[in-house]
């Protein structure tokens, strides 16, 4: 109570402040300019403020002259009609991010911020118009330096009439110092190559200029091809845990247990050879066992596989699966599965955007950033490690220094 009859009185003084600076003067003062006069007060009014509500009286002043003022004096600090403070509408906001449906604002917060503040879910969701700005602001900011691998992946959102899904489209970059980047999210038509090239194309124009030396993705088509044909140079790596899910969709459960230990220590070989030994050793168990389409799943683009034993050994774990993408989604579908469905595929968007950025404040950056600039600077790795020319050729300098 004393908190809020505090703030009550807080905010009245603010506003008969905001006349004085407006009039020029203090009450009972006078001035040579004449700029209008005080004439009482509207009707008292509640305004939320944090989690509470107060009651103030805005001052009202008659008689402005058209060349100080053409619509009169109108307060800065409580504008038209409003009924809650910035700070409580980024508050609430904030909590129908995290996960608090829109219509249950009403049954909790009605008796902290008062009986005429706006609750409705209606109101609710005007809040979030401030998003859509935030998005389209970032989506068009410039990109600057190099980013030396990307993360591509789509999910579906439950968004629009009935039945209908949204595909988002999100890339994340790790630039030259190991930082993980939100570079790009976008609605488009499912997974296409015309989607993931319009979005490729928009990272080019914003000043992604020099190709990423890899690309880490799942499956989907659509992303390669337009890789292809927007960055040629950039390399692909597809994910381990997709083919695995793959390789695994195709057999009877009684077989996914030796299986799965089998691709498990295929996908931590420590050499390309020694990969590809254990590859064509359990297509071989697989075929002895009539699983021909497994086995063909497991050689199937191989070369988009073993990528990642051209790259330092160190990046490995962030390079054999997209699980800093998958990461994101698995938060993102915790709150928009609160919502089950949102009817506007736009807002949706917004939304996740804005879930994705307070996700990114736990983003960690990837092990040994310092390979990063050999990786830049040309250097080749073979089998996670530099190759003996270029060892040499890096310590070089030091040896000379020293």
């Avoid at 009707?43 to 509500?53: L, Y």
């Avoid at 992303?223 to 695994?248: G, I, S």
């Avoid at 050499?271 to 359990?282: A, I, P, S, V």
Wanted: glycine fraction near 8%.
């Amino acid at each position: 109570m004393l908190t809020r009859e505090g703030a009550r009185k807080m905010l009245q003084a603010a506003l008969e402040l905001e006349v004085d600076d407006f009039l020029g003067r203090a009450r009972y003062q006078r001035t040579n300019e004449y700029r209008g006069y005080r004439n009482g007060h509207l009707p008292e009014r509640t305004i939320g403020v944090g989690m509470g509500a107060v009651d103030v009286s805005l001052p009202r002043v008659s008689d402005v002259p058209p060349e100080v003022s053409a619509d009169g004096f109108h307060s800065d600090i409580v504008s038209r009609y409003q009924r809650r403070s910035r700070t409580q509408g980024r508050l609430l906001a904030r909590l129908y991010l995290e996960g608090l449906a829109s219509g249950d604002f009403e049954p909790v917060f009605r008796a902290l911020v008062g009986e005429t503040a706006a609750l409705s879910p209606s109101s609710i969701l005007k809040l979030k118009e401030d998003w859509q700005q935030e998005y389209e602001a970032w989506k068009k900011r410039p990109l600057r330096g190099r980013y030396v691998y990307l993360y591509a992946d789509g999910f579906y959102l439950k968004a629009g009439a009935d039945q209908d899904k949204t595909a988002v489209l999100v890339v994340l970059g790790v630039d030259e110092l190991g930082h993980k980047e939100l570079l790009a999210m976008e609605r488009g038509y499912r997974e296409s190559t015309a989607s993931w090239s319009e979005v490729l194309r928009s990272l080019k124009e914003r000043g992604l200029e020099e190709a990423p030396l890899l690309a880490i993705g799942d499956g989907a088509l659509g992303l390669w091809a337009a890789l292809d044909e927007v960055f040629p140079t950039t390399r692909h790596q597809r994910c381990w845990n997709h083919r695995r899910l793959n390789v695994l969709d195709k057999l009877p459960k009684r077989l996914h247990a030796e299986v799965r230990k089998q691709l498990g220590a295929l996908t931590e070989a420590p050499t390309r050879q020694e990969c590809e030994r254990l590859r064509d050793g359990l297509c071989t168990w697989l075929r002895a066992r009539g699983q021909g389409r497994a086995a063909a799943c497991l050689q199937s683009d191989w070369e988009d596989f073993v990528a990642l034993y051209d790259f330092p050994e160190e990046h490995w774990v962030h390079l054999r699966t997209t699980n800093p993408i998958e990461s994101i989604f698995s938060g993102v579908r915790l709150r928009t599965n609160a919502t089950k469905r949102l009817r506007v595929p736009e807002n949706a968007l917004y939304l996740v955007f804005k879930l994705v950025l307070r996700l990114s404040l736990n983003w960690r950056g990837i092990n040994a950033p310092n390979q990063l600039r050999l990786l830049l600077a040309g250097h080749q790795f073979q089998d996670g490690q530099l190759v003996l020319e270029d060892a040499r050729a890096s310590t070089l300098p030091q040896a000379v220094g020293a």
